[in-house]
């Protein structure tokens, strides 16, 4: 007992797993009891069982198993999560109480199995029962069939599947326990009395005598049919109807409805399929072929046997259906072909609709063996074409019927209609609409008049059998050239027509109605025409019920359609002789009327059309004789009437008769050649026009046209025919297109467009631009063979109607528009409406050619040879074929199969051009592609799962041709898709999802078969592959559009557990963004008032059915917009639905709802909602926001917001672009949502909407800066950055947009708070990001100052200097204008910032902050980013005033010049680098205080500085004067734009310095010019090669042309001799970089001309090395030699090109050695050999270099001898230098020079002796001195001392003393040697009589003993000048000395090896020289100053007290 109260203790859930079977028994029975009082289905109380529930059903201990068993069934009744248990539950069951002796056991359990199929998880059941089935254990075997057989007898065949019980039952007739014999026999009954004979064929297999036993069991079974007694949770409803016609004894009332659902069950669904393909004999096709017929009989026996099989597996059974139509085709034999006609007929039995494939194979084949006149033949070959006709459309064969409709042959013209008669019994009224019937009829009337009386039995039965399914309405209008007799006898042919499955036919008329609706089929809508009957009949027959009051149509049908015939059918009138017409009218005309008509005086004739015309007026229209009245009127002289009153009234009364009249087409017959005679007759052709017109209403326009353009052509009258064509194309616009022949007016057209009257000519082209604004493009095809100067003239008519659209018919035929009024609607879905239909009659006009006789049987084997050359050759030609043809018919033989199997080819090249041959295919042969998408079309499909995309693109191009000829049905139709979607083929499945996401939604209706792909759509959705997960749930909501919510949750129930929840989920979802189907194109309103827009399709062919959903559109405007609604169009519900759409559209978009944003901000802090922060938008976000603009968004504007369809997106952006200033405060209320949504959208790649969003954000900003809002972080953070990631689109203009926004947001967000964002947009994946991320930093630091870089700059800058190594060269560019923009605001100290950087980024850098210095002087006057950003915004507090200028070394002096670069000149005395806007600041009150102490402390430093240059000689030197007049600063002002930045600018400079340079008598002016042009030259040649050419942006032409541009200025300057040798040695150095530079560039040689572009550069070089000072030259070249082997960045071939310079130099020496100064040269080669000796220049990749010296030397040593060695006196120290022996040994001159000049050589041996003896002290000297400079004491004396030295000895080296010494002591020592020699400048002005020269010159004279110009000292004073920031003063000054005084340039200073000056030693000086000519310019021609020397007549001291007063008042006031 102690053990017993343990566990009495436990709660029930451990009980019922207690060890103890008494605790479990307890337990049970105590969750029994707590199971039923548990009232909540969701109590978690519930989840504890969960996994104990198996344990209850499967307990070892009997009793307690039967207590567990009641225990599970509660719990499965009662509990919502019993649902997860079924498998594991119902499996314990199976397999451990099916076996149980209890029958109380077996009862619970199979009660429990009962219950879960109520709570829908019948597939989970019947899958464990059928396992059970496979037990050995033969009790469970029978209690699983009685499970069952339970299950189906009360749930029924709907819900318990029966085709895998269907499957496994013959097995269980074979068992050998009788008791399982016994049970399936029962289980077989019970599926017999829910399917009746569909069970049948699947039991065939079993014993007779079972068979015999189960057929007796059958016949007992009563006829009422089976019906559900217990449903499922879902189907309540359906119990509750149950139990109420149960009890009010109606239960029978639907049971013809039932008995219909009952025997909709097709046994071949539940039949097995069998592979035969694989069981052909191998010698089939051997013997198919053989020469006798016995073997042959064999081969299609032994098929036959096989084909016999009632369900077979697909597979590709072309080339047997190939062998067997090639027996019925041309075997002689009959008994083979009647076997191969079997065999087919199997074939399509078993096959159904995958057979499809092959019947436009067969049918022609079959249909031409009808000639054969043997019965059993015969016979066998209706079971073949009636077996096929089931597997595929009536559309798809008719022009293969057609074809054989005229054929000689009687025989087959008869079984072809019979053919036609039987498959119309398989139609209804949706499958065969009057598009298809059409074609048909006119046919079969024609055999009805045929000779042989078979022929025509066969026409009426057809017919009669049309008219049964189609109805009477449908057919009449086809039939009326039919006279009664013939009519009759089709109407008893349709009497005895017998519809399978006794189904009505349309034609009963109304007393059929009701019969009509319980046939299900003709009810059902034509895209489901291929679909099995409806499980619910009510709804179809309630449909079909409710259909005339939705079209509109009284509820007397019957008497309305007696009206209807009795008034609108066409007035069929005999011809009159012309006494009873003089009968007829003497009844209703005045006698004096008729007696005047023919008078000889024209005034009686005048007075007799008077009466005529009133008494037609009063006429009554039923006794108006129209024929009688046209004939009188036609009367002598009729039509030849001379006076133009008479005729005049004559045809007035023409046009009123037709009006009034019944006037038929053979009274129009009389008068129409009378009114065409007279159409051009200036006095009555608009009569005639008239009366023509009112004919064109009586007897229809196609009609009219067609006599009217005959008879004209007929005449030969030009004016005539132009007239008429006029008449035609003003009539076609006012009655529409409908109807008319195209082909009718082609010929007469072609014919007036090769007339030779003009007028003709373009009345023929006016018409046919008409024409083409109904047909569209297709009208061209036409006229693609006229001349190219008259198609010129059609195209440019075409080109004026393009984008016009068709206008509204003003006029319609009488009894079209009646007919119309009582036929609205009926056709309304009938092949896509009026529009598709004028579309298919436009491509059926097109000429076509029948091909399938090119398509030989050569042609085929090529293409499918073994060798891939010869495949390509067949290809080859069956393309030329199709181009050759142009449009072809459907009848293309074999080349289907053929091409198909091209498609797998392994050459994926052949398959490219299978794909292309395809694309044209669907050109050539149009609408007719139908027939070919399942023989061709799905095979297309499977190479979309290639593993090449280039292949798979090609695929999906093909695919879209083909789906734009033949619409989506023919694609869905059957099992194909399906199948290809279960191909585990990731790209197949992303392919053909993505492209049914984008077609579905586009459709109005689908087949049914589009539900067999569900599986594989969820089997996707699981996929391993994410983008095929991604393209399954962008494509679930369309498939849910179509099938609906609740099927495709019933497919999901067939998963498993765990996929099964994952689904449903995804479907929840997909359920809410579910796009609406497209709208049916809708009437405007019956009768006159619609159009009849025929061009819809054809003119718009290349857009499928999609744009169905746009055609609303209009309508829906006009009635929003209150524009009267059209007749008839009011009264109809859809309009009138939309009307009041539009009303609730008028109300507020947003609703503002206070504190609602800070009620979300909350939110999302508390973390009660998700953060607004992904990668891609899941859809919990989705929902989310989804939730959240609810409240705040019209509901309206949500449907369209979230519209699966974008221009609903862009619809709805429109009416908030149009709202934003009226709803401002709710939009900002609603402003989170709104950026929310929007940043949704930048995840779309639609471009149409993301233009639309950006435009909408452009608005919204400049709103919110109005309204002076300021985002908060909670928007800013769920915005910005997704905006960011826009700005690498790769459209410019999204990008340019983007941009525009983000320097909008600063106005409504701090920059400080943008910049981080930006930073996180640098590290993404995509270039463009990031380079454009780093542009807009650079441009908030220019904008804003350092203070924006957050969280603080020295992190930031690392960050972005990481980026100028970057591999990308745009990202590279922007990494470093970032970095030049840091440097413009902070100088020096960026260097710091940016941390390390590897060598060749540094030295990037250093390169891009000089070239930005260089540009910043070039161009002053242009403001920078930030101070236009100032000016704009000057209120914005992150502006700054204060910018550190962009120079190398900036100091304070410049400082406060680029502070106020902006500034006006308010006071012209000051230099404008001086100048503040003192007003702007003085104004603004509301600056901080520290500004002013920044400018004061600058103000401090100035005054100082600005004295060093007082003393200065008054006296101008001539250079001087002439560089200032205005010819000078003109040239000056001009030569700083060549190397501007912008390319026009630059190009405009360029070509005025040409004109100047090409006029000899003005070139001089640039005199004295040419380094300072050379170097802007340069400079454009660097600023081209780095920025523009990596420029995506520029356009290569403009490039090009600057180039050009540069090329030829200097081809001008450097062929006029005077002008070249100014050009010094330093800038011809850079100017042969640049040059060679572009001579190597590959981006030129790609350029358009790129390759001429470097002829002309050759040609330059060539030029500049003639024409240049030679000695410069060589030294030019020497260096730039020296460079290029140094540095090994540039051009491979940099090196080699400059040698080859230097060879011509050499080759040219004779000529010029004696003008070459040989010291320099020689000076040159010796720093070259300096720094490459002998051995270093050996070790370089070529000895060209070493060979290029020596060849050098040796030509000098060649042409001057031994005197060489006299010119090495530039050289210090020559016996350590390489040169001195290298030219010895030349020479061969021994080494002492005694010989040779001996008192020169004792000179010169003395001075060295003295050197060599100074060395020691001179090393001495030097290290006492940097000693002292060392430390601190003596620093200053040791620098003046050093000064001194180099004074004295200016050769001294100082080399070696610097060379290990820090980079910072290096620049002290050349800072305080600066000094010095600035302080002894000022003090001293003695000039010197020695000069040191630039270019290492020792001497002031050449060595042509010319004096150097002053311009060239003037250029080095600037160099120095520049360097200590006095550039500018200097030029403001009033003169200079006369002989500036020269120093040496620091690298002199501290460098005893000569240097040789690059032009960039002068870039500062020449670069200011620009600027400040430039400004001289600007003051010249704007200031009012009355001089030029005005310019500084007040003192500078002046200015700056002035300045500092002002300065002082801005801070006393702001403080």
């Known amino acids: 007992m102690g053990d017993d109260s343990e566990w009495m203790k436990l709660p029930t859930d451990q009980k019922c797993e207690h060890k103890v079977w008494k605790a479990r028994l307890s337990g049970y029975e105590?969750?029994?009891?707590?199971?039923?009082?548990?009232?909540?289905?969701?109590?978690?109380?519930?989840?504890?069982?969960?996994?104990?529930?198996?344990?209850?059903?499967?307990?070892?201990?009997?009793?307690?198993?039967?207590?567990?068993?009641?225990?599970?069934?509660?719990?499965?009744?009662?509990?919502?999560?019993?649902?997860?248990?079924?498998?594991?539950?119902?499996?314990?069951?199976?397999?451990?109480?099916?076996?149980?002796?209890?029958?109380?056991?077996?009862?619970?359990?199979?009660?429990?199995?009962?219950?879960?199929?109520?709570?829908?998880?019948?597939?989970?059941?019947?899958?464990?029962?059928?396992?059970?089935?496979?037990?050995?254990?033969?009790?469970?075997?029978?209690?699983?069939?009685?499970?069952?057989?339970?299950?189906?007898?009360?749930?029924?065949?709907?819900?318990?599947?029966?085709?895998?019980?269907?499957?496994?039952?013959?097995?269980?007739?074979?068992?050998?326990?009788?008791?399982?014999?016994?049970?399936?026999?029962?289980?077989?009954?019970?599926?017999?009395?829910?399917?009746?004979?569909?069970?049948?064929?699947?039991?065939?297999?079993?014993?007779?005598?079972?068979?015999?036993?189960?057929?007796?069991?059958?016949?007992?079974?009563?006829?009422?049919?089976?019906?559900?007694?217990?449903?499922?949770?879902?189907?309540?409803?359906?119990?509750?109807k149950f139990m109420n016609q149960s009890a009010e004894g109606g239960a029978d009332s639907d049971g013809d409805?039932?008995?219909?659902?009952?025997?909709?069950?097709?046994?071949?669904?539940?039949?097995?399929?069998?592979?035969?393909?694989?069981?052909?004999?191998?010698?089939?096709?051997?013997?198919?072929?053989?020469?006798?017929?016995?073997?042959?009989?064999?081969?299609?026996?032994?098929?036959?046997?096989?084909?016999?099989?009632?369900?077979?597996?697909?597979?590709?059974?072309?080339?047997?259906?190939?062998?067997?139509?090639?027996?019925?085709?041309?075997?002689?034999?009959?008994?083979?072909?009647?076997?191969a006609a079997k065999c087919l007929t199997g074939l399509a039995t078993g096959l159904r609709k995958k057979f499809g494939t092959y019947s436009s194979q067969v049918v022609p084949t079959i249909l031409e063996k009808f000639k054969e006149k043997k019965p059993q033949v015969v016979l066998a070959l209706q079971e073949a074409i009636d077996a096929i006709f089931l597997t595929t459309t009536l559309q798809n064969l008719s022009e293969d019927i057609l074809s054989v409709m005229d054929n000689k042959?009687?025989?087959?013209?008869?079984?072809?209609?019979?053919?036609?008669?039987?498959?119309?019994?398989?139609?209804?009224?949706?499958?065969?609409?009057?598009?298809?019937?059409?074609?048909?009829?006119?046919?079969?009337?024609?055999?009805?008049?045929?000779?042989?009386?078979?022929?025509?039995?066969?026409?009426?039965?057809?017919?009669?059998?049309?008219?049964?399914?189609?109805?009477?309405?449908?057919?009449?209008?086809?039939?009326?050239?039919?006279?009664?007799?013939?009519?009759?006898?089709?109407?008893?042919?349709?009497?005895?027509?017998?519809?399978?499955?006794?189904?009505?036919?349309?034609?009963?008329?109304?007393?059929?109605?009701?019969?009509?609706?319980?046939?299900?089929?003709?009810?059902?809508?034509?895209?489901?025409?291929?679909?099995?009957?409806?499980?619910?009949?009510?709804?179809?027959?309630?449909?079909?019920?409710?259909?005339?009051?939705?079209?509109?149509?009284?509820?007397?049908?019957?008497?309305?359609?007696?009206?209807?015939?009795?008034?609108?059918?066409?007035?069929?009138?005999?011809?009159?002789?012309?006494?009873?017409?003089?009968?007829?009218?003497?009844?209703?005309?005045?006698?004096?009327?008729?007696?005047?008509?023919?008078?000889a005086n024209w005034k009686e004739r005048l007075a007799s059309m008077e009466e005529f015309q009133r008494a037609v007026e009063t006429m009554d229209k039923g006794q108006m004789p129209c024929q009688a009245l046209v004939r009188m009127l036609a009367k002598k002289p009729g039509w030849k009437e001379t006076n133009f009153q008479v005729m005049q009234l004559k045809l007035r009364?023409?046009?009123?008769?037709?009006?009034?009249?019944?006037?038929?087409?053979?009274?129009?017959?009389?008068?129409?050649?009378?009114?065409?005679?007279?159409?051009?007759?200036?006095?009555?052709?608009?009569?005639?026009?008239?009366?023509?017109?009112?004919?064109?209403?009586?007897?229809?326009?196609?009609?009219?046209?067609?006599?009217?353009?005959?008879?004209?052509?007929?005449?030969?009258?030009?004016?005539?025919?132009?007239?008429?064509?006029?008449?035609?194309?003003?009539?076609?616009?006012?009655?529409?297109?409908?109807?008319?022949?195209?082909?009718?007016?082609?010929?007469?057209?072609?014919?007036?467009?090769?007339?030779?009257?003009?007028?003709?000519?373009?009345?023929?082209?006016?018409?046919?631009?008409?024409?083409?604004?109904?047909?569209?493009?297709?009208?061209?095809?036409?006229?693609?063979d006229e001349k190219p100067a008259l198609l010129a003239q059609i195209d440019a008519e075409f080109e004026k109607m393009q984008g016009q659209s068709p206008p509204a018919p003003t006029r319609f035929n009488k009894r079209a528009a009646a007919e119309e009024a009582g036929d609205d609607g009926d056709e309304q879905d009938e092949d896509g409406g009026a529009a598709a239909g004028g579309g298919q009659d436009i491509m059926d006009l097109l000429p076509r050619t029948d091909i399938s006789d090119k398509i030989t049987s050569d042609l085929v084997s090529k293409i499918g040879d073994k060798n891939w050359k010869i495949r390509k050759e067949g290809l080859d030609e069956a393309a030329a074929i199709l181009s050759e043809a142009k449009f072809v018919t459907t009848n293309i033989g074999e080349l289907p199969l053929t091409l198909k199997e091209r498609l797998g080819d392994s050459n994926k090249i052949l398959v490219q051009q299978t794909l292309t041959i395809l694309q044209q295919l669907a050109i050539a042969m149009g609408p007719g592609l139908k027939q070919h998408v399942k023989a061709l079309g799905i095979p297309i499909i499977t190479v979309l799962g290639d593993s090449k995309s280039n292949v798979r693109a090609a695929a999906m191009t093909t695919l879209q041709a083909w789906v734009e000829q033949t619409g989506m049905k023919d694609w869905l139709e059957g099992e194909d898709l399906s199948e290809e979607l279960k191909r585990e083929n990731p790209f197949l499945r992303q392919e053909v999802l993505g492209w049914l996401a984008e077609k579905l939604p586009t459709l109005r209706a689908v087949p049914a078969d589009l539900m067999l792909c569900v599986p594989q759509l969820y089997a996707c959705l699981e996929d391993r592959n994410g983008d095929v997960r991604k393209r399954a749930q962008d494509a679930l909501p369309t498939f849910m559009m179509h099938l609906g919510f609740e099927k495709m949750i019933k497919?999901?129930?067939?998963?498993?557990?765990?996929?099964?929840?994952?689904?449903?989920?995804?479907?929840?979802?997909?359920?809410?963004?579910?796009?609406?189907?497209?709208?049916?194109?809708?009437?405007?309103?019956?009768?006159?008032?619609?159009?009849?827009?025929?061009?819809?399709?054809?003119?718009?062919?290349?857009?499928?059915?999609?744009?169905?959903?746009?055609?609303?559109?209009?309508?829906?405007?006009?009635?929003?917009?209150?524009?009267?609604?059209?007749?008839?169009?009011?009264?109809?519900?859809?309009?009138?639905?939309?009307?009041?759409?539009e009303e609730d559209k008028t109300g507020p978009i947003f609703v503002l709802i206070p504190n609602a944003k800070e009620q979300r901000i909350k939110e999302e802090k508390q973390l009660k909602i998700l953060k607004w922060n992904f990668n891609t938008p899941r859809d919990e976000y989705l929902e989310q926001l989804k939730t959240q603009m609810t409240t705040c968004f019209a509901k309206w504007l949500m449907d369209e917001l979230y519209h699966f369809d974008f221009q609903r997106h862009v619809k709805a952006i429109g009416v908030m672009i149009e709202r934003l200033d009226s709803e401002s405060d709710a939009t900002i209320s609603c402003l989170d949502l709104i950026l929310k949504w929007f940043t949704l959208r930048f995840f779309d790649t639609n471009t149409t909407v993301l233009m639309k969003v950006l435009e909408y954000l452009k608005l919204v900003f400049v709103m919110l800066k109005e309204e002076d809002y300021h985002l908060t972080e909670y928007e800013a953070n769920s915005f910005i950055p997704y905006l960011i990631l826009k700005v690498g689109e790769s459209k410019d203009v999204v990008r340019k947009d983007v941009r525009i926004i983000l320097t909008m947001l600063c106005k409504v967000y701090p920059a400080s708070k943008i910049f981080p964002f930006l930073m996180d947009g640098t590290k993404s994946k995509n270039s463009k990001q990031r380079a454009e991320c780093l542009e807009e930093l650079g441009c908030l630091i220019e904008g804003y100052g350092m203070n924006v870089c957050q969280p603080v700059p020295a992190k930031s800058m690392k960050e972005i200097a990481v980026h100028i190594g970057d591999r990308d060269t745009s990202v590279r560019n922007a990494a470093l204008n970032t970095v030049v923009a840091v440097y413009n605001a902070c100088g020096e100290q960026v260097y710091k910032l940016i941390g390390n950087l590897s060598e060749k980024d540094m030295s990037m850098l250093e390169e891009r902050i000089k070239r930005s210095a260089k540009k910043a002087a070039a161009a002053p006057a242009k403001p920078s980013v930030a101070e236009r950003t100032q000016k704009e915004n000057p209120t914005n507090p992150n502006a700054t005033f204060l910018r550190k200028p962009a120079q190398e070394a900036p100091n304070k002096l410049n400082q406060a010049r680029q502070n106020n670069q902006h500034s006006e000149s308010s006071h012209p005395a000051v230099p404008r680098e001086f100048q503040l806007d003192l007003d702007m600041i003085e104004r603004d009150q509301s600056r901080v205080c520290e500004m002013p102490d920044l400018v004061q402390h600058k103000l401090e430093e100035l005054l100082e500085p600005m004295m060093i240059p007082e003393p200065k000689i008054h006296s101008v030197s001539p250079n001087y004067d002439e560089l200032h007049n205005s010819t000078a600063s003109t040239i000056n002002f001009v030569i700083s734009q060549v190397a501007s930045g912008d390319i026009n600018t630059s190009i405009q400079a360029l070509a005025q310095i040409d004109e100047v340079l090409r006029q000899e008598d003005k070139a001089e002016v640039m005199s004295g010019h040419i380094d300072q042009f050379l170097i802007a030259t340069f400079m454009q040649l660097r600023l081209i090669n780095s920025t523009h050419m990596a420029d995506e942006r520029l356009d290569k032409r403009d490039i090009l042309k600057l180039y050009s541009c540069i090329i030829g200025n200097m081809l001008s300057l450097f062929s006029m001799d005077f002008l070249a040798r100014e050009a010094s040695m330093g800038v011809l150095k850079d100017l042969m970089h640049g040059v060679i530079t572009l001579m190597l560039d590959s981006r030129v040689e790609d350029m358009e001309d790129g390759q001429q572009l470097i002829k002309s550069t050759n040609v330059l070089v060539v030029r500049v090395l003639e024409k240049s000072h030679q000695t410069n030259m060589i030294s030019a070249l020497l260096v730039l030699l020296q460079d290029s082997l140094v540095t090994t960045a540039g051009p491979p071939k940099f090196s080699e090109l400059v040698m080859k310079c230097l060879w011509r130099m050499t080759r040219h020496l004779p000529e010029t050695i004696d003008s070459i100064n040989l010291d320099r040269i020689l000076l040159d080669v010796h720093n070259f050999m300096k720094v490459f000796p002998k051995e270093k220049l050996k070790q370089v990749k070529n000895d060209i270099p070493h060979r290029t010296l020596k060849t050098l030397l040796h030509t000098l040593c060649k042409l001057t001898g031994p005197k060489i060695l006299d010119h090495l006196s530039m050289i210090e120290n020559r016996n350590e230098s390489e040169l001195e022996a290298h030219l010895r040994q030349v020479v061969r001159q021994p080494g002492n020079l005694s010989g040779l000049k001996s008192d020169r050589g004792n000179e010169k041996g003395g001075l060295r002796t003295d050197e060599r003896m100074s060395k020691a002290k001179v090393s001495d000297i030097l290290s006492e001195i940097f000693k002292k400079i060392g430390s601190k004491e003596n620093t200053k004396e040791g620098l003046t001392e050093l000064y001194e030295y180099k004074q004295k000895y200016s050769d001294a080296d100082l080399e070696p003393f610097l060379k290990n010494t820090s980079q910072f002591f290096q620049s002290y020592v050349e800072r305080g040697l600066r000094m010095i020699d600035s302080e002894r400048e000022g003090k001293s002005h003695i000039l010197t009589s020695a000069v040191i020269p630039q270019h290492g010159v020792d001497s002031s004279l050449t060595s042509n003993n010319e004096e150097l110009k002053p311009a060239v000292y003037y250029e080095r004073l600037k160099i120095l000048r520049q360097r200590q920031g006095l550039e500018n003063t200097s030029r403001q000054g009033g003169g200079v000395e006369d002989e500036p005084q020269q120093r040496p340039p620091i690298s002199s200073l501290l460098s005893s090896k000569p240097s040789v000056a690059s032009s960039t030693d002068m870039l500062h000086s020449k670069l200011s020289q620009l600027k400040e000519s430039r400004e001289m310019y600007q003051q010249e021609h704007n200031a009012h100053a009355n001089s030029p020397a005005h310019t500084r007549s007040a003192s500078p001291a002046a200015n700056l007290d002035d300045l500092k007063k002002r300065l002082e008042r801005i801070k006393s006031n702001r403080q």
């Not at 199971?35 to 109380?45: A, G, L, R, V």
């Not at 189609?470 to 039939?479: I, M, S």
Request: aromatic share 4%.
């Open 409 to 599: 042959n009687p025989s087959i013209k008869q079984q072809a209609s019979l053919y036609l008669a039987r498959s119309f019994r398989h139609c209804t009224q949706a499958t065969l609409p009057k598009s298809v019937l059409k074609p048909f009829c006119a046919a079969l009337v024609k055999q009805v008049n045929d000779s042989a009386p078979e022929v025509r039995d066969a026409a009426f039965d057809a017919l009669g059998t049309a008219m049964k399914v189609a109805g009477e309405k449908a057919v009449n209008p086809f039939l009326a050239d039919l006279d009664k007799l013939k009519l009759d006898r089709i109407k008893e042919s349709s009497d005895k027509v017998e519809l399978p499955g006794g189904k009505k036919g349309a034609g009963g008329g109304a007393g059929d109605k009701k019969a009509a609706a319980k046939a299900p089929p003709p009810a059902e809508a034509p895209a489901k025409a291929s679909a099995p009957p409806r499980k619910n009949p009510s709804a179809a027959a309630s449909k079909s019920a409710s259909g005339p009051p939705k079209k509109g149509k009284p509820a007397s049908a019957a008497g309305g359609k007696a009206k209807k015939t009795s008034d609108n059918k066409e007035v069929i009138e005999t011809e009159l002789s012309i006494e009873a017409c003089e009968d007829l009218a003497g009844g209703v005309l005045p006698a004096s009327c008729l007696q005047q008509l023919d008078s």
């Open 1051 to 1141: 497919a999901a129930g067939k998963l498993k557990t765990s996929s099964k929840d994952q689904v449903v989920g995804m479907l929840e979802k997909a359920r809410a963004v579910m796009p609406a189907k497209p709208a049916a194109p809708t009437k405007a309103g019956g009768g006159k008032d619609s159009a009849e827009p025929s061009r819809a399709s054809s003119a718009s062919r290349s857009q499928p059915a999609s744009d169905d959903s746009v055609d609303s559109k209009p309508e829906a405007k006009k009635i929003r917009g209150g524009a009267p609604a059209k007749k008839g169009a009011a009264g109809k519900k859809p309009p009138a639905k939309g009307g009041k759409d």
């Open 653 to 784: 009364i023409v046009a009123l008769i037709a009006q009034k009249g019944q006037f038929s087409k053979t009274s129009a017959n009389v008068v129409l050649d009378g009114l065409v005679d007279k159409v051009s007759d200036v006095k009555c052709g608009g009569n005639a026009k008239e009366g023509l017109t009112a004919i064109g209403e009586a007897c229809s326009l196609p009609w009219t046209a067609e006599q009217v353009v005959s008879i004209a052509f007929g005449q030969k009258n030009p004016k005539n025919q132009a007239e008429t064509l006029n008449w035609l194309a003003n009539a076609m616009k006012e009655f529409g297109f409908a109807g008319i022949n195209v082909k009718g007016f082609i010929n007469n057209v072609k014919t007036a467009l090769g007339a030779t009257n003009p007028a003709i000519r373009i009345a023929a082209i006016t018409l046919l631009g008409v024409m083409h604004l109904y047909m569209g493009a297709p009208l061209r095809m036409f006229f693609e």
């Open 257 to 339: 409805d039932e008995e219909d659902a009952v025997v909709a069950v097709d046994p071949y669904e539940l039949l097995e399929a069998v592979d035969i393909l694989a069981k052909i004999p191998k010698d089939f096709y051997d013997k198919i072929e053989a020469k006798k017929w016995q073997e042959r009989k064999e081969a299609l026996e032994a098929v036959e046997i096989l084909a016999k099989k009632p369900k077979l597996e697909n597979g590709d059974y072309g080339d047997l259906v190939r062998a067997l139509k090639k027996v019925v085709g041309k075997d002689a034999n009959v008994m083979l072909v009647t076997l």
């Open 30 to 240: 105590e969750a029994v009891k707590l199971f039923q009082k548990i009232t909540d289905e969701k109590s978690p109380e519930w989840g504890k069982y969960l996994g104990l529930l198996k344990k209850f059903v499967t307990d070892s201990n009997a009793v307690a198993q039967l207590k567990g068993l009641e225990a599970a069934l509660e719990f499965v009744s009662n509990a919502h999560v019993a649902s997860k248990t079924t498998g594991e539950v119902v499996s314990g069951v199976v397999s451990k109480v099916f076996n149980q002796p209890k029958a109380r056991a077996k009862e619970l359990g199979a009660d429990i199995c009962m219950m879960y199929i109520e709570i829908e998880k019948v597939e989970v059941v019947q899958d464990e029962l059928l396992k059970g089935l496979d037990n050995k254990n033969p009790k469970i075997v029978v209690t699983c069939l009685d499970t069952l057989r339970r299950a189906l007898s009360e749930y029924g065949s709907k819900i318990v599947t029966l085709k895998p019980i269907v499957k496994i039952l013959p097995k269980q007739f074979e068992s050998r326990e009788k008791a399982v014999r016994d049970e399936a026999k029962l289980l077989a009954v019970e599926i017999y009395r829910w399917i009746r004979d569909a069970i049948r064929p699947s039991l065939q297999t079993i014993n007779s005598v079972q068979l015999k036993d189960l057929e007796e069991e059958f016949v007992k079974l009563p006829s009422a049919p089976a019906k559900q007694t217990r449903f499922l949770r879902s189907q309540q409803d359906l119990k509750a």
